[in-house]
């Protein structure tokens, strides 16, 4: 294997290694892990590749000092990253809220498995999607994409990258044990193609004590370190400067909104959705792997003259409502599939229920994909 | 108008005015034996990467030092600073945290890095007792004290804080208490340029939340009982492990040379892109 940060070429990969590949295409120097399946390949294929471009992959204690690295690295300039699985965020819980307080790019990828606690390790469940969204305690907004193909894993994580640079924030990668251990065609495209964004840094010339290098909803300039910036970075509650305040609640109430607002602010660009459902009455809404099953049974519906579309959530965070709400003013059903006991439903619901009857279907088996015929027999009976 | 500036004025952060310390805390003089060492060596604060975690001897680069400091969450600040390092490799990167921090909550953090050897300063501020939260017992609070946690008395064994990171495999291990802030200062010197996990532990007096509520007394009779019970290591030595119970073993415990972290990385890297080492 070469020493290019990009092997543009034509493979059948798997969705792990793919998401190896989308990360060192789109410069990550750092990354660190722990142990743990089904993201293993990932963090394999990292070890044995970073180094050739100049960078590495480092095996810690635990997930708490994954993230950790990760967010040191990162405030050095570094594009970086982990590899885990769920009950892995579950320990980084706690450093993925520190990187956002104080506005950390970096990117997570979870590959999910079954059941809570230690579950069943090899089985794909969509069963963190609201753990990415809600498990570090405090109000913030996250960035999450989910991929539904091994090219997708290499795509999006470079997607993930340009999004935790532009907005200083750590972005996830909602995969699953099925889509990590899939194997496809994977097209890699020359390098000149890809995209990759690199994180404001101050301009020079300003004196350190006048940087303004936190809580701006356009994104402040990251005060990285060994520049001279003198940077005093604190996740305790702290104002533009940096300068910690913990007597002022109005403080407090900036520290919060800015935060919040800086993605919010910014949806738009962030969000990412597949959409077929032009003229349909039924759709089916899904994400990741969910989504596979979802478009065969519309495509095989059509062929029967029913009126299905479909909607993929490329982005589940931010949560795309106005995209739910539009379609559902056109749908009569919007039914959603997740293969979980129903984590997006709820969101879904609160915007689709006004305008459109919204039910839910698990796979027959969670852990299992949906089988596109099961849900073929659902929309019939819907329709009758 | 008084002219007079302390000579370490240039290393604090302009915007502070004040420390968060309580009068007679250790934290003050760990401070400047950390400074002094800095500039006896003749070297600036943007040298350095500091970074600490929660307690109040975290509070001692942040904001005070004049410099890049991260304050990260409780007990993770080593193994923030592992990104650090190998992000910056050519910077000096120094943790200042305390017991509770580093060898309670973070003590995973703390054996595996003096494992790895990573080339880092670890400044570990003892004061057996969580201060910031009010007198709680800490795996170093002696046995038999009083704490808020422990009203009857605590039943725990302690940590020989320097004696773990000694055995974890530290190249570099001190031990000072604040009644020797020379010594301290020196070691500090030679952690700064040893090529490896250099530790320090300093044992430094809380006279609010320990030596007021165990009745060990004022911060001044605080450091008297510093120095009555401190043992060199050479003394420590000649004597059984009944004859040290309830001293304090200070002096230089580790200063070997062995394989560091960051410069095994660049063989590796060398190694995989096909270049000569």
């Known amino acids: 294997m070469s020493g290019k940060r990009v092997l543009t070429g034509r493979y059948f990969m798997m969705g792990n290694v793919a998401c190896a590949e989308g990360a060192i295409a789109a410069g990550c120097e750092f990354a660190a892990g722990y142990p743990i399946t089904p993201a293993t390949e990932i963090a394999n294929r990292l070890a044995e590749r970073l180094p050739q471009v100049g960078g590495a992959f480092f095996q810690m204690e635990d997930e708490i000092s994954a993230i950790a690295a990760v967010i040191g690295a990162s405030w050095t300039g570094r594009k970086s990253m982990t590899v885990t699985s769920g009950p892995g965020i579950s320990l980084m819980l706690e450093n993925i809220g520190f990187a956002i307080g104080v506005e950390t790019p970096c990117v997570i990828v979870n590959v999910q498995r079954g059941a809570p606690t230690t579950g069943m390790p090899t089985v794909g469940i969509q069963g963190d999607m609201v ?117 002022d609640i109005s403080a407090l109430d900036h ?82 599939l997740e293969n979980n006991l129903g984590q997006i439903y709820p969101y879904i619901k609160a915007e689709a229920a006004r305008f459109s009857e919204v039910s839910f279907i698990p796979p027959k088996m969670i852990g299992q994909l949906h089988d596109p015929e099961e849900i073929l027999t659902t929309i019939r009976e819907m329709i009758k | 108008m008084n002219e007079w500036v302390h000579p370490l004025h240039r290393f604090k952060r302009p915007t502070v005015v004040h420390t968060t310390f309580c009068p007679g805390c250790g934290d003050g003089m760990i401070a400047q034996a950390i400074l002094r060492a800095i500039d006896d060596l003749g ?76 080339e880092m300063v670890v400044i570990c501020v003892n004061n057996g007792i969580y201060g910031m939260t009010g007198g709680q017992a800490a795996p170093t609070t002696p046995m038999g004290i009083q704490t808020t946690t422990t009203p009857y008395g605590t039943v725990e064994n302690t940590f020989n804080i320097s004696q773990l990171v000694k055995a974890a495999g530290a190249s570099f291990v001190a031990c000072w208490t604040t009644a020797h802030p020379r010594q301290l200062t020196n070691s500090i010197k030679k952690a700064i340029q040893k090529k490896g996990f250099a530790f320090i532990e300093v044992f430094s007096q809380c006279p609010i939340q320990f030596g007021r509520k165990t009745g060990v007394g004022s911060a001044i009779q605080m450091l008297e009982d510093y120095k009555k019970r401190s043992i060199s290591v050479q003394e420590a030595g000649t004597l059984s492990e009944e004859e040290l119970k309830g001293k304090i073993v200070v002096g230089e415990l580790v200063d070997i040379e062995k394989p560091e972290l960051v410069e095994e990385i660049k063989k590796m890297k060398q190694r995989a892109s096909g270049e000569k080492e």
């Open chain 2, 43 to 118: 070297m600036d604060l943007d040298d350095f990467i500091f970074v600490s975690g929660i307690g109040c001897a975290a509070w001692i680069p942040s904001p005070l030092f004049n410099a890049d400091v991260l304050h990260t969450t409780h007990g993770r600040p080593i193994a923030f600073a592992f990104g650090i390092k190998m992000g910056l490799p050519e910077k000096k990167v120094m943790v200042i945290s305390g017991d509770g921090d580093l060898v309670a909550i973070g003590g995973n953090h703390l054996i595996h890095n003096a494992r790895r050897n990573i």
């Open chain 1, 255 to 336: 520290f919060i909104k800015k935060l919040s607002h800086k993605i919010l602010k910014h949806k738009e660009e962030i969000i990412i959705v597949e959409k077929d459902y032009e003229g349909a009455e039924i759709v089916l809404v899904s994400y990741g792997a969910v989504a596979r099953a979802a478009k065969e049974a519309a495509l095989r519906a059509r062929k029967e003259g029913l009126p299905v579309g479909t909607l993929r959530l490329i982005t589940v965070w931010p949560f795309p409502k106005e995209e739910i709400e539009r379609m559902a003013r056109q749908a009569r059903w919007v039914i959603v």
């Open chain 1, 131 to 247: 753990q990415a969204r809600r498990g570090s305690h405090g109000d913030y907004e996250i960035i999450a994409l989910c991929p539904s193909s091994p090219q997708e894993m290499f795509e999006h994580t470079i997607v993930a990258f340009n999004d935790a640079e532009k907005y200083r924030t750590p972005v996830f990668i909602l995969s699953d044990a099925f889509l990590g251990h899939m194997r496809e065609e994977v097209i890699i495209p020359e390098a000149e193609k890809i995209k990759t964004e690199y994180r404001k840094i101050p301009a020079e010339g300003i004196p350190p004590s006048e940087i303004k290098g936190f809580l701006d909803e356009e994104v402040a300039p990251m005060p990285i370190f060994g520049k001279g910036f003198k940077a005093h970075v604190t996740s305790s509650c702290h104002d533009e400067y940096g300068r910690r305040n913990l007597i």
